[in-house]
């Protein structure tokens, strides 16, 4: 079709309405991209496929960059575009073909013959003009380029169907390229189901983190990674937003700083969107989306406990549709854009004083009655609904996420800002929960008295009034003060208190939805702990392990199964692993101990920064162990990470006191200070129960400190004064006390016999000698032999009862039995280089350990001051954990400590304690060393 020239076009084409309103050239240019502007390669390669495909559709919402995209790439098309922007103003479709022929007009394309030979332009369009157009358009040798921008300001349907007329009929002489910020009226279905469309969508128009980098560089603004990261995720990638920013923060002293803090409430991102967006919508949609703002997300029915008025379904999708800042998440469920609801929040404050705190109010509610507990939460404590948040969290089960679990801290800190005007059952459980998880007992069980009476008034006055309360909201209620009765139990040492709340709890689980309690593994998760924590403070060992075995083993077929609340559980699972590595330990199982005790360390030690009761409590039984093995230095570094690991100010956790005590008296003992020994074990706790096993530690710490001042009766009476359960560990260093004092009691007698002797008193002689002593001795070697005869009781137990055995042997002047037993102790005592019960034992026992036979068997481990002290032993004394085989792999790739810990996850501490570990099992000191003997031994 050959182009007219000027001459033939007459006054109507300059002209686009009957007023004689002229055509502005602005309108048909290609708008000219500013020096700032980004050319995104993965765009423009897309965009290039609108050659092949007759309609192109680049949909995105205002400012997200569609018109200087589509139009950077037709200026270096290099061939003509025609180019028309839409406007408000514009009326029907007469207005918008004589636009459109203009258009294609003006790029080389002439309208058909006669069309606008009127000066005042179309003032009908019929169907002979659009098949004329079609027919002329479909005849082209190379199809016009044709850019609609501002599609979606043409809304009538009329226009559309004549759009997709023409496009249809013109086959491959047009190229219709579509700028809008909603879908047109064609149907689009039919061009993507033949694969003849080309589409941008707002999510594809996004800046990139690059993308945005180098948006910022050319306004003179270069930050680092992350910042970037952070505005690209605060804008999702806005175009405008982004280029506002970085103008904004042109004028800052500290852009970074400006661009991570800015309010967009008060800027002018906020100008733009305020005008371009909800300027443009009816006053009615202005008011949903102001309302909507308090909310992260949002559907119809909530939209409409909101606002008050019905079915504002329609609206929400529409604005989806239009690219309004509202994004679709599926399952009629929105939210704003992050920028869009900061704004519309800072306009409701005020356009509405005071509103925002109502709104907040009415979506917890609604929130909370459909059973969307986190955002529950959220809008009662914005609401300062304290009754509503508190109701929510302890109705749902969900109390013991204030003491465990990745959201405790975030959640202390939703419920700091209650006042003390603040009542209720469930406030005063809140308010329980906090002061317990900072150790704080007074307060706690201040609050969780009060918590009670609330409950049972509720209770009683439900009753009066011949109504009842909801099963599972009562039970819910009372099991939840349950959850925090054992923790008060266990931080109190109340076993008896421990053993009733788990009786309740029992009853109370039967009358609550299963599907609440399957959501809330930690419930049984830490009333099993406390109890079994309890327990252990009882000296009821067998018990105790029993509740403590059961978290344990839940929670790893839990990790196994990769089932949902896996975390919830992380902290009473290492809690329990400390307990029972120092029942392990108690009963003389070091190797046992020490493999739990790890396991222990390797776990989250905090949730959200909050030490759970037992923190440490793996590390002071890993300390214990280091001293049974003589590795003092090791213990005191031990003793010190425990120290760091410590819940801070409040009530000491009990048994985590006790072990500390433990592990530091046996320190000071081993570095040869009795008396700061007696001191260190006495655990600095008020309990209601005085727990057997602590009180005799610390009960044999006084003891030593008298027989070292050879104070034999004041020691006999401490030791008398002893009394179980106790465990074996304690008996068997009893018994070896007991022998003693009854050892150094027949020194002092034999003493005094002899000058009777010289006196010629003889009968009061033999008296002397005899008294006293016999009865300790055979006390101490028949609980010794006891020990040894039962097999559950481990090498921390069985040798030294065997020592107790073998002194009294020697005493007894029967050297061959003693050597005998010693070599069994040797033996038993060589896999867990169980080292400082021979070194306490006394200058009778090291004469005999130092003869020939006994000494090729301390060889290599007894003697010296560490592990790797003389020559190794010749072979793996104990199997390498999974765990340590891994770092020892990483050893071999000559990776630091520091590079191990972030390897592996696990902190720095933890990689040493592997090390010390692999170190003794291997029988070497080094780094070097560790992975020679590994290779020769084939564990690498």
Not at 205 to 225: I, S
Not at 259 to 272: N, P, R, V
Request: net charge negative; aromatic share 4%; hydrophobic share 45%.
């Amino acid at each position: 079709m050959a182009a007219r020239d000027d001459s033939a076009r007459g006054p109507a084409l300059g002209y686009a309405d009957p007023l004689g309103e002229p055509f502005l050239r602005t309108r048909f240019a290609v708008p000219a991209v500013p020096a700032t502007f980004v050319r995104r390669p993965r765009l423009t390669a897309h965009l290039d496929q609108a050659l092949d495909t007759p309609l192109t559709m680049v949909n995105g919402a205002a400012g997200a960059g569609k018109t200087l995209l589509v139009a950077d790439w037709a200026a270096r098309l290099g061939q003509p575009v025609a180019w028309f922007t839409n406007e408000a103003g514009d009326q029907g479709p007469g207005m918008f073909w004589a636009h459109v022929l203009h258009a294609l007009h003006t790029a080389g394309t002439p309208p058909p013959a006669g069309s606008l030979g009127s000066p005042g332009g179309l003032r009908m369009v019929d169907h002979r003009l659009l098949a004329r157009l079609a027919d002329e358009l479909s005849g082209r040798d190379r199809p016009a380029i044709l850019v609609l921008d501002e599609f979606d300001r043409q809304a009538a349907p009329e226009t559309a169907e004549q759009l997709e007329f023409v496009l249809h009929h013109a086959g491959r002489g047009l190229r219709l390229i579509l700028v809008t910020r909603t879908e047109p009226l064609l149907p689009l279905h039919r061009y993507r189901a033949a694969a003849a469309m080309t589409e941008i969508r707002n999510q594809d128009l996004a800046f990139t983190p690059e993308e945005a980098a180098d948006l910022l560089a050319r306004h003179g603004l270069r930050l680092p990674a992350d910042a970037t990261r952070a505005l690209v995720a605060r804008t999702r990638g806005w175009a405008a937003g982004l280029r506002l920013s970085a103008l904004a923060a042109q004028q800052s002293a500290d852009p970074e700083t400006y661009l991570k803090e800015f309010e967009a409430g008060h800027s002018t991102i906020a100008d733009f969107l305020l005008a371009e967006v909800v300027g443009r919508q009816p006053q009615r949609t202005q008011d949903l989306l102001l309302r909507v703002s308090v909310l992260d997300r949002f559907g119809p029915e909530l939209a409409e406990a909101l606002t008050g008025r019905p079915d504002p379904g329609p609206l929400l999708a529409g604005l989806c549709r239009q690219n309004a800042f509202v994004e679709d998440l599926g399952h009629s469920w929105y939210r704003l854009h992050p920028l869009f609801g900061e704004i519309l929040r800072v306009h409701l404050r005020a356009r509405s004083p005071g509103l925002e705190p109502e709104l907040h109010r009415r979506a917890a509610w609604w929130l909370r009655d459909h059973g969307a507990v986190p955002e529950a939460l959220a809008h009662g404590a914005a609401a300062g609904d304290w009754e509503c948040a508190a109701g929510t969290l302890v109705d749902d089960l969900a109390i013991g996420r204030l003491l465990t679990g990745p959201r405790a801290d975030d959640l202390t800190e939703l419920f700091s800002a209650m006042g003390p005007e603040d009542t209720g059952a469930a406030v005063d459980l809140v308010r329980a929960a906090r002061e317990l998880a900072e150790h704080d007992l007074d307060h706690g069980l201040a609050h969780l008295g009060r918590a009670e009476e609330s409950l049972d008034r509720d209770l009683a006055r439900s009753a009066r009034a011949g109504e009842r309360l909801p099963t599972g909201t009562a039970a819910a209620a009372r099991l939840s003060r349950v959850v925090l009765e054992s923790l008060a139990a266990r931080l109190t040492g109340a076993p008896d208190r421990a053993e009733e709340a788990m009786a309740e709890a029992v009853r109370l689980r039967r009358e609550v939805p299963a599907h609440l309690l399957a959501r809330h593994p930690e419930l049984t998760a830490l009333l099993l702990t406390h109890l079994g924590s309890a327990r252990l403070w009882a000296g009821h060992f067998d018990e105790a392990r029993a509740a403590l075995t059961e978290v344990t083993e839940a929670a790893e077929v839990a990790e196994a199964a990769e089932e949902p609340g896996v975390a919830l559980t992380e902290l009473p699972r290492e809690d329990c692993l400390g307990h029972l590595a120092l029942i392990d330990y108690l009963d003389g199982w070091l190797d046992r101990a020490e493999s739990r005790a790890l396991a222990a360390t390797d776990a989250t030690r905090h949730c959200g920064g909050r030490p759970f009761p037992g923190a440490g409590l793996g590390q002071l039984v890993l300390a214990a162990v280091a001293v049974d093995r003589d590795e003092l230095e090791w213990a005191g570094a031990l003793l010190d990470e425990a120290a760091e690991s410590a819940p801070g100010p409040g009530a000491p956790d009990p048994v985590t006191e006790a072990c500390r005590a433990l592990a530091t008296g046996r320190l000071r003992h081993a570095l040869g200070d009795p008396a700061a020994a007696a001191h260190a074990a006495e655990p600095v706790v008020e309990t209601r129960v005085t727990s057997p096993w602590a009180r005799a530690n610390t009960a044999l710490a006084a003891a030593a400190v008298l027989l070292a001042e050879g104070r034999t009766g004041a020691a006999a009476e401490v030791l008398d004064g002893i009394d179980g359960p106790y465990g074996p560990l304690c008996a068997a260093e009893l018994a070896w006390a007991r022998l003693t004092a009854g050892h150094a009691d027949r020194a002092g007698q034999a003493d005094r016999a002899d000058q009777a002797d010289r006196a010629g008193q003889a009968d009061r002689a033999g008296q002397a000698r005899h008294a006293g002593h016999a009865g300790h001795r055979e006390e101490a070697v028949e609980t010794a032999g006891r020990l040894c005869a039962d097999g559950r009781n481990g090498p921390g137990v069985t040798v030294r009862a065997t020592l107790v055995r073998a002194r009294a042997a020697a005493d007894a002047g029967d050297p061959g039995t003693a050597c005998k037993l010693l070599a069994r102790a040797l033996l038993e005592a060589r896999p867990d280089r169980l080292r400082r019960p021979f070194l306490d034992a006394g200058p009778e026992i090291r004469r005999l350990l130092d003869s020939p036979p006994l000494h090729g068997l301390a060889s290599g481990w007894l003697h010296g001051d560490g592990p790797g002290a003389g020559s190794p032993p010749p072979l793996l004394v104990e199997e390498l954990s999974g765990r340590e085989r891994e770092v020892l792999g990483r050893l071999a790739q000559m990776m630091s400590t520091q590079e191990i810990a972030a390897d592996l996850f696990v902190s720095v501490n933890t990689v040493k304690t592997h090390l010390k570990s692999v170190y003794r099992k291997l029988g070497v000191g080094r780094r070097g060393d560790a992975v020679r003997r590994a290779r020769e031994r084939g564990l690498l």
